[in-house]
């Protein structure tokens, strides 16, 4: 995997650490919404920062939700 | 008691905790106390997503709503599903300002129950409680008391909307309307459309719906909604903006024109 990939994802990672300091790590694998890692309220920050990190551009009118619930599910989808 | 009461024990669980920071928006004393016995479990239960900070946000909000109402002279103050709210006796209000809360009548007699086994504080203004269904003709038990239509009024439907349908929520807003003069007032929180379409929060909306007390009306143009039901909207907040708990607020105020982006409204309107 290129190195620029998982830095990017680690752009993802930090800031989902930024935002729970309480937090060290999050497994590749933890379900981000179940963790209350993410929420209704900042989903759309969320997204807004995979596709900053991604450069993938996210329609977020047809988003499927399964596809954020990871870490893992995002490097797969938007990396 | 109806199962939608004990949500007023979860809002008072998150006034408690608020009251409790070295920053607090408001104190209630009474919260701590009124929140049981399930305030804190529900609070746990459902947790998380900017809950706690939003009931932070609204209760204050609502409460400047209130100072502000009054300094215009307004004294007839309406606290639709009123919970275990405790304005009537936190807030140093006019000793001529009348209170009235609207609930079910189980909650009610909750509410009294605990209030006396506190040692039954006095409140600071006239207050008088007023059993009746939101969803039905309530109008006649609140006319049946020296409510007034023809004074101004403020009306304050908080944390209610989402629990009836759009329709419902429409009535209610008409019924204020019908037993309004000119002068009178909404304060209100509404929730957005896109907040409960909005992918992370299916969980949290289906497990309240499991738990019978889904939620049903959110609206992305409240200043239209609120028209229609004839209320002309003079101010329209967002959690995290000056005078709705900017710098309180942990999530970022998305730019109205971000669509899709979950939100929570808070309103005054004026009748039209
Ligand atoms: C989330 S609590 C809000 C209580 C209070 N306003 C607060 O902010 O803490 C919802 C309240 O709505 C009341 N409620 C819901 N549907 C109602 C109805 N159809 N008739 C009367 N009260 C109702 C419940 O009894 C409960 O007290």
């Known amino acids: ?79 | 008691m109806e199962t939608v009461s004990y949500t007023s024990q979860w809002t008072a669980a998150a006034r408690a905790l608020e009251s409790e920071r070295s920053d607090a928006l408001f104190v209630d004393p009474l919260a701590r106390a009124l929140a049981e016995p399930k305030g804190f479990e529900l609070l746990d239960h459902y947790g998380g997503g900017g809950l706690v900070e939003f009931v932070a946000v609204r209760t204050r909000y609502l409460d400047d709503a209130i100072g502000d109402a009054v300094q215009k002279g307004i004294r007839q103050v309406v606290l639709i599903a009123a919970g275990m709210d405790t304005r009537a006796y936190r807030l140093s209000l006019p000793d001529d300002v009348r209170v009235y809360e609207v609930d079910h009548q189980a909650l009610i007699d909750e509410k009294e129950k605990r209030l006396a086994q506190l040692g039954s504080p006095a409140p600071t203004v006239n207050l008088q409680r007023v059993g009746a269904d939101l969803a039905g003709d309530w109008s006649a038990a609140l006319r049946a008391t020296d409510f007034d239509p023809a004074q101004p009024t403020l009306w304050i439907p908080e944390a209610l909307l989402f629990f009836l349908t759009e329709e419902q929520s429409a009535t209610l807003m008409r019924t204020f309307a019908a037993n309004s003069v000119p002068g009178s007032q909404v304060a209100v929180d509404i929730l957005s459309k896109a907040l409960l379409r909005s992918p992370a929060t299916q969980i949290f909306l289906s497990s309240l719906n499991e738990d019978g007390i889904p939620w049903l009306f959110g609206t992305d143009e409240p200043e239209e909604f609120m028209a229609g039901t004839g209320w002309t909207v003079r101010e329209l907040k967002e959690p995290g903006e000056p005078g709705a708990g900017e710098g309180r607020w942990p999530y970022a105020v998305q730019p109205r024109e971000v669509k899709g982006a979950a939100r929570n409204w808070l309103l005054r309107a004026e009748l039209a």
């Open chain 1, 1 to 79: 995997m290129p190195s620029t990939t998982s830095s990017n994802l680690d752009t993802v990672r930090n800031w989902l650490l930024a935002k729970h300091p309480e937090r060290t790590s999050i497994a590749a694998d933890e379900d981000l919404i179940k963790a209350r890692l993410v929420d209704s309220l900042s989903f759309v920050e969320f997204v807004l920062t995979v596709e900053e990190a991604s450069g993938v551009e996210i329609d977020h009118e047809t988003i499927d939700l399964e596809d954020f619930r990871t870490l893992e599910a995002i490097e797969r989808k938007y990396f």
